[in-house]
């Protein structure tokens, strides 16, 4: 590492060239969403486009914080340490590269994931795939890259403990806005010392080559895919989920004053056969239908409990709901499940369900129906909204035990009506655009006439 020269006049000179440096940034280069808020702050949100410069914006940060107080330590934490090595460290808008264009000595220590600085101060590197890592530590500040892509978002909350340094750890988050739970929650939720800062691909095109804007705009015009990777958009569904915020939202019943009378009421559960800190929880789901076929979510009481305790939950809803009738899925526990139920009530009603196909399979009626405006939340039911936005078909890791425990209460009671069953699991396609149900045969949304294969 090149040592630092003491003289006055060096010393003098060297102050210079790197405000000269900032100064190039901050003024010449950086537009007004990309340069630190002067109000104070703890987070900065930056949500842009693929190529909108969010890494420059966030390793110009990050460097000259570091620079500029000296003996500090900072945590980079990106989706995968190849990442943040090739991207957030190497990459042509990186550290290493804005730290050469303030003349500023560095060692980077690749089998320590350390970059270690002439004034002492300290890069650490982390993934979120090793959430853990960030449990010992403590740092002035952090920037968080792509936190959108975090396969573990607990890496998030583990790392904000450990910004405990100096009077105002801050940290930067620098990502395209694919909507999961923690980015909505904290785009979304007002919180004073978090600022959100907003881009788009198009505004850097002049860093951009024009054929690849020109490409970009015709290709994928305003779908979905250019709203989100394209301007930095947070949508209200997620691409491959099933459901959508705007079905449910558009359709929830809120009219206290107006009683409601349902000819069947269906208790759906799917049970978690074992009981411990890290087991999964059992859905319990309550759905009433009227006359005219639509459905009603009443209530959700899933829970992390014994078999027991969820078992007596179970038939207590089966007094607070007369008539009811209690639907459970016995893949797991088999004839142990009912066992449990009528170890508290013998006279239970359950019916016993298998799982032949995949949740996805299943789901899909469910999905179509309330696009179809048929199903109601009485109120809300956030626990139970949130699995059925996020959870993806083939891709989501945890089993959805509330949405399993809705899905087999309506399908049953759906089910009752076979020709709404059979017309519903025609409909197998739902338009990405408009969410209009639609059949095979369609080669392109009857709607939107977006083509077939934008239709999931």
Same mark, same amino acid.
């Given at each position: ?51 909108? $410069?969010? !890494? ?5 940060? #990050?460097?000259?914080?570091? =620079? @500029?107080?000296? %003996? ?126 907003? $881009?788009? !691909? ?5 860093? #951009?080559?024009?054929?690849? =804007? @020109?490409?970009? %705009? ?239």
């Amino acid at each position: 590492m090149t040592p630092t020269n003491s003289s006055n006049s060096t010393r003098f000179s060297r102050e210079q060239q790197l405000a000269a440096a900032r100064i190039q940034w901050s003024s010449c280069q950086a537009r007004e969403e990309q340069l630190p808020p002067e109000d104070e702050w703890s987070c900065l949100m930056y949500l842009a486009g693929r190529g909108a $410069g969010k !890494t420059r914006m966030a390793a110009e940060w #990050l460097v000259w914080e570091a =620079i @500029s107080r000296p %003996k500090t330590r900072w945590a980079v934490i990106a989706p995968t340490m190849q990442s943040a090595i090739s991207v957030c460290i190497e990459g042509d808008s990186g550290i290493i590269s804005i730290l050469n264009r303030y003349g500023f000595a560095f060692d980077f220590l690749r089998s320590r994931a350390e970059l270690v600085l002439e004034n002492r101060s300290i890069i650490f590197l982390y993934s979120a795939e090793e959430p853990d890592r960030l449990r010992g530590p403590q740092f002035h500040g952090a920037w968080f890259d792509e936190l959108a892509a975090f396969s573990k978002p607990e890496a998030y909350f583990l790392a904000l403990p450990a910004l405990r340094l100096g009077q105002n750890p801050q940290h930067l988050i620098s990502t395209t806005p694919r909507p999961s739970p923690l980015i909505i929650n904290l785009a979304l939720v007002p919180n004073l010392r978090r600022i959100i800062r907003t $881009g788009s !691909t198009f505004d850097n095109e002049i860093n #951009l080559s024009p054929s690849f =804007i @020109s490409d970009l %705009k015709e290709s994928y015009g305003n779908s979905k895919f250019a709203r989100q990777e394209l301007y930095g958009e947070i949508l209200n569904q997620l691409d491959g989920a099933l459901f959508s915020k705007n079905n449910i939202d558009n359709n929830r019943w809120n009219n206290p004053n107006e009683k409601l009378y349902f000819y069947q009421t269906i208790i759906g559960v799917d049970p978690a056969v074992t009981y411990s800190e890290d087991s999964a929880i059992t859905g319990i789901v309550v759905v009433g239908q009227t006359q005219d076929g639509h459905c009603y979510v009443l209530e959700d009481a899933s829970m992390r409990a014994a078999p027991e305790v969820w078992a007596s939950k179970v038939v207590e809803l089966t007094k607070k709901y007369p008539q009811s009738r209690v639907v459970a899925e016995t893949n797991n526990g088999g004839d142990l499940v009912v066992s449990v139920l009528r170890q508290v009530d013998r006279n239970i009603n359950v019916k016993k369900v298998t799982a032949i196909s995949s949740k996805g399979l299943r789901a899909e009626p469910v999905s179509i129906a309330y696009s179809q405006g048929r199903i109601h939340h009485v109120g809300e039911f956030p626990h139970l909204e949130e699995q059925m936005l996020y959870w993806i078909p083939g891709e989501s890791r945890n089993s959805p035990d509330r949405l399993d425990a809705l899905v087999w209460a309506i399908c049953e009671l759906i089910e009752t009506n076979s020709a709404l069953m059979v017309y519903l699991r025609a409909l197998s396609k739902i338009c990405k655009y408009c969410q209009l149900p639609s059949s095979k045969k369609y080669l392109v949304c009857p709607k939107c006439h977006q083509p077939f294969s934008d239709i999931s």
